[in-house]
């Protein structure tokens, strides 16, 4: 992946941090970076969800650099954040449902460890803080496709802590002058998306069952859309928004592939490319789910030039490939 480059700046000078750059979007931004021989690339994670499979290829690169540590540990950002230009923080606990169980942890990782990053990079004076927001933060609102600044009720505990780190990014560029862009992701799905655990999202799950030719779980009736995007879109977006130049304000933008695809749709493009006809068992629907996304990513474009590289159709075809591949 990563064939043409969505930077035109030399990196060769430029120090990154990556928050979370064990996980799954971390580890595809820290691969980018480093292939495009970025001075140095340090990875902060406490291992609680990303794993170390996903960055043993850069152990060796001297660029490389992983530091082990907690977002919840002001110390550790401070620490983390010495000598660094840009920092994308991509630290974070997913999944409403893990949110709804767990509540109390969703809210210590996602709101105290954003805060201790957010204040550890402003005292740090990097040139750029990106961080990943959600599209969760839509919440109950029902109009489509989904504009930045008209928003619902948040329909989670995780809904509700992605949207106060946009409030406190606001803030801290109302009282600080330091600016951020966040990144209100739509589901983004690809290589190293962990298809394990009680949290797997729903298109890992859906080619691990196609791969067993089992019967995957679908929550409702299918006809659930979501604008689902191949992680290479996410890390053109983190790029082109860690190297902006006139960016003077905080900002939110949506990422994401443009395009709606319901549960049933999806099943039947992967299980037909796997040639398998297996019917999905129908549960009922999860607590704190949106019934549809879609994004209109016009304000991405503007602000940062970003415009979708990949179709949800291109990126599951390298996905499915690299799942094939996966060992179990």
Same mark, same amino acid.
């Given at each position: 992946?990563?064939?043409?480059?969505?930077?035109?700046?030399?990196?060769?000078?430029?120090?990154?941090?990556?928050?979370?750059?064990?996980?799954?979007?971390?580890?595809?931004?820290?691969?980018?970076?480093?292939?495009?021989?970025?001075?140095?690339?340090?990875?902060?994670?406490?291992?609680?969800?990303?794993?170390?499979?996903?960055?043993?290829?850069?152990?060796?690169?001297?660029?490389?650099?992983?530091?082990?540590?907690?977002?919840?540990?002001?110390?550790?950002?401070?620490?983390?954040?010495?000598?660094?230009?840009?920092?994308?923080?991509?630290?974070?606990?997913?999944?409403?449902?893990?949110?709804?169980?767990?509540?109390?942890?969703?809210?210590d990782v996602n709101i105290?460890?954003?805060?201790?990053?957010?204040?550890? +990079?402003?005292d740090a004076q990097v040139?750029?803080?990106?961080?990943?927001?959600?599209?969760?933060?839509?919440?109950?609102?029902?109009?489509?496709?989904?504009?930045?600044?008209?928003?619902?009720?948040?329909?989670?505990?995780?809904?509700?802590?992605?949207?106060?780190?946009?409030?406190?990014?606001?803030?801290?560029?109302?009282?600080?002058?330091?600016?951020?862009?966040?990144?209100?992701?739509?589901?983004?799905?690809?290589?190293?998306?962990?298809?394990?655990?009680?949290?797997?999202?729903?298109?890992?799950?859906?080619?691990?069952?196609?791969?067993?030719?089992?019967?995957?779980?679908?929550?409702?009736?299918?006809?659930?859309?979501?604008?689902?995007?191949?992680?290479?879109?996410?890390?053109?977006?983190?790029?082109?928004?860690?190297?902006?130049?006139?960016?003077?304000?905080?900002?939110?933008?949506?990422?994401?592939?443009?395009?709606?695809?319901?549960?049933?749709?999806? /099943?039947?493009?992967?299980?037909?490319?796997?040639?398998?006809?297996?019917?999905?068992?129908?549960?009922?629907?999860?607590?704190?789910?949106?019934?549809?996304?879609?994004?209109?990513?016009?304000?991405?474009?503007?602000?940062?030039?970003?415009?979708? +590289?990949?179709?949800?159709?291109?990126?599951?075809?390298?996905?499915?490939? /690299?799942?094939?591949?996966?060992?179990?």
């Amino acid at each position: 992946m990563y064939e043409v480059p969505y930077h035109s700046k030399n990196l060769s000078q430029s120090c990154f941090l990556i928050t979370g750059g064990a996980g799954f979007i971390g580890s595809n931004l820290v691969e980018y970076l480093l292939k495009y021989k970025a001075k140095k690339v340090r990875v902060l994670d406490n291992f609680s969800t990303g794993v170390m499979d996903n960055i043993a290829p850069f152990l060796s690169d001297p660029a490389f650099e992983l530091f082990e540590g907690d977002i919840r540990n002001i110390d550790d950002c401070r620490k983390a954040v010495s000598g660094i230009d840009y920092v994308a923080h991509q630290a974070a606990l997913g999944s409403v449902p893990r949110s709804i169980n767990d509540p109390l942890t969703t809210n210590d990782v996602n709101i105290t460890g954003f805060l201790n990053m957010l204040l550890a +990079a402003k005292d740090a004076q990097v040139k750029r803080f990106i961080y990943a927001a959600s599209s969760s933060t839509y919440g109950d609102h029902p109009g489509l496709p989904k504009v930045e600044d008209t928003i619902g009720n948040p329909m989670s505990p995780y809904a509700v802590t992605k949207y106060v780190n946009e409030l406190y990014a606001n803030v801290f560029s109302r009282i600080y002058d330091f600016h951020t862009i966040g990144l209100r992701y739509f589901n983004v799905f690809g290589p190293r998306q962990n298809p394990n655990g009680p949290y797997a999202a729903v298109i890992p799950l859906f080619i691990e069952a196609a791969k067993k030719k089992e019967a995957p779980i679908i929550n409702g009736d299918g006809e659930t859309s979501r604008d689902f995007t191949f992680v290479e879109n996410a890390v053109q977006a983190n790029i082109k928004a860690l190297l902006s130049d006139d960016i003077h304000t905080s900002e939110v933008i949506n990422i994401a592939a443009g395009e709606r695809t319901t549960l049933n749709e999806l /099943w039947q493009h992967i299980s037909g490319i796997w040639h398998i006809d297996v019917a999905p068992i129908y549960q009922t629907e999860r607590k704190g789910d949106v019934k549809h996304s879609l994004a209109n990513v016009d304000k991405a474009n503007r602000l940062i030039g970003y415009r979708p +590289a990949f179709s949800v159709m291109q990126g599951l075809a390298i996905a499915m490939e /690299w799942y094939k591949n996966r060992a179990v």
